[in-house]
């Protein structure tokens, strides 16, 4: 070795560097037409976070998008968490879902919400640039309650949306069913031929009578007769702009004449589509949920059963009739179980 030059001992080889941990967190959101309901989880379906607002009534999709990412600032604030932290966000939605494209359309309970609309990609542009995985509302929350909720556990089952519209969607064989991509429409089930208009453009839809934006309108126009109502006292009492499941839920409970009839009328018609399923499929099990059905299924679950019964074939075998286990959180649950 030549003299002044030191032999150095070899650097030792560098081990790569561990792969960034998968952030644990994720984020489910539950958008519907009257309120936006944001959840961040931890991998065990644990809520550590929650946010409840109001879907703004105008202002279009870029409202709205507006709207759900501040429901998840909030949600996340209350999580103690950023939304970087996210491992993705799920979204429930009504509408026009386009999965891969991360599109929605004819959004017809959101304002001004027709055309195709990227709010995948505009969520998750105000949100870090998470990952944002989309669905129909309805489908999601009735995953959510067949995963974590009443549903556990069964391989058949119809699920029943009843809010500001009626919505539905299917368990065959354990998985959620979707047909040709539209299956599970019970709230387009005909009930009446030729009956009252529905927002689809067909008639006699279980949505054009128990949809609780329609219900509205059928109270406005009977009150427009001279038929009296407690209804919009009641809404602005309650500085509402709208007659929400809590407004309904009064005006029954004060024995308002029109109220009853609205939600009398609601009840048959879903009894006569849950029969009618139930009569085609040969379901065991119908799980109740949305705004109205959350409310309302606990003084009026048996009246649905009653007209469900009355329209069945097999009448001695008929489903059971419960209401959902997961409540308001079905939706952003459900919708948090897109991710995986």
């Not at 409840?52 to 209350?78: F, H, K, N, Q, S």
């Not at 195709?116 to 995985?133: G, I, N």
């Not at 009618?276 to 109740?288: E, F, G, K, M, R």
Request: charged share 20%; net charge neutral.
């Amino acid at each position: 070795m030549p003299l002044g030059r030191r032999r150095t001992a070899p650097d030792p080889p560098v081990a790569p560097s561990p792969p960034a941990p998968t952030p644990a967190l994720r984020g489910g959101v539950d958008l519907g037409g009257t309120k936006i309901q944001a959840l961040v989880l931890d991998e065990a379906h644990t809520v550590l976070g929650r946010a409840r607002l109001e879907t703004p009534r105008e202002g279009g999709p870029e409202a709205v998008t507006g709207a759900v990412a501040a429901a998840l600032g909030e949600a996340l604030a209350a999580a103690g968490a950023e939304a970087g932290g996210l491992r993705g966000i799920g979204v429930g939605t009504p509408g026009a879902v386009d999965a891969t494209a991360g599109t929605v359309a004819n959004a017809r309970n959101l304002p001004d919400w027709i055309e195709p609309y990227p709010f995948a990609a505009e969520l998750s542009r105000r949100l870090a640039d998470v990952p944002v995985a989309l669905g129909n509302d309805v489908d999601v929350a009735i995953r959510g309650e067949h995963a974590l909720g009443a549903g556990r556990g069964h391989d058949e089952l119809l699920g029943v949306w009843w809010g500001t519209g009626v919505g539905g969607g299917l368990v065959l064989g354990g998985r959620m069913w979707a047909g040709r991509g539209f299956a599970g429409e019970f709230g387009h089930l005909v009930v009446r031929r030729g009956g009252a208009l529905c927002g689809c453009g067909n008639r006699g839809c279980v949505e054009a009578y128990a949809g609780r934006k329609s219900m509205e309108a059928w109270v406005r126009r009977r009150e427009a007769k001279g038929e009296r109502t407690d209804l919009f006292r009641l809404m602005e009492k309650h500085d509402k702009d709208r007659l929400t499941s809590g407004i309904w839920w009064r005006a029954v409970r004060d024995e308002d004449p029109l109220a009853l009839r609205a939600v009398e009328r609601a009840l048959q018609a879903l009894g006569a589509g849950i029969a009618s399923a139930v009569n085609l499929l040969d379901l065991p099990l119908v799980i109740i949920g949305g705004g109205m059905g959350d409310r309302f299924f606990a003084t009026h679950g048996d009246q649905i059963a009653q007209y469900t019964h009355e329209s069945l074939f097999r009448a001695g075998s008929p489903p059971a009739i419960v209401p959902g286990a997961l409540g308001d959180d079905a939706g952003a649950l459900g919708a948090a179980l897109l991710l995986g």
